[in-house]
């Protein structure tokens, strides 16, 4: 068994706390406000903006037996930079204030999983961070293209509306085989900080969709 395979099997208990979020599940039952899509979009953004930074940060902090990460860390740099303004562009198409959320503040949960994710890369490992990376980019693939397609069906915005979540479903189902060559090539010592972590930030990341307002929602 890869340990990809072996790393969801493990954290597939955590992972219920936020596949069985309730605005998730009425997502993707068609049940959705565009107050709660924006809602969504909002903190999105204010956690997709830190992930450059953070790559960049767990770079420049890997310790020489993890230097071989390096290569793979610039890659995602590239690919990430940029895409917390595909954000904005979706919240303007969806008819929200883009500005006021590029001003304003994350809640709470998205405020303590950006922060538990710097943690991770400057006081406890940098590798672990990878188990963010698992999370976000395994629940994109599972969910983000369906939720588009729902959420676009339920109320009727334009294609210019969804292009993270869109984006994000397709390029994240590349991002996945690269992960898993990635997560393999670890020490078992990383590869168990990586478990950790990513069942710590399934919770996080299910208390981000858990604190969305009212019935209905969006997932990614």
Known sequence: MSFHDQLRLETDEARQHLVTAPIIVDCLA?????EAYVAFLTQAYHHVR???PLLMSLGGRLPERQGWMRKAVAEYIEEEIGHEEWILNDIRAAGGDAEAVR???PDLPAEVMVAYAYDLISRRNPAAFFGMVFVLEGTSVALALTAADRIQAALGLPDAAFSYLRSHGTLDQAHTQHLASLLERMEPEDQADVVHAARVFFKLYGD???ALPG???SCD
């Open 30 to 34: 068609g049940r959705v406000s565009r």
């Open 50 to 52: 830190h992930t450059a």
């Open 103 to 105: 001003a304003g503040r």
């Open 208 to 210: 981000v969709f858990r």
């Open 215 to 217: 019935e209905g929602g």
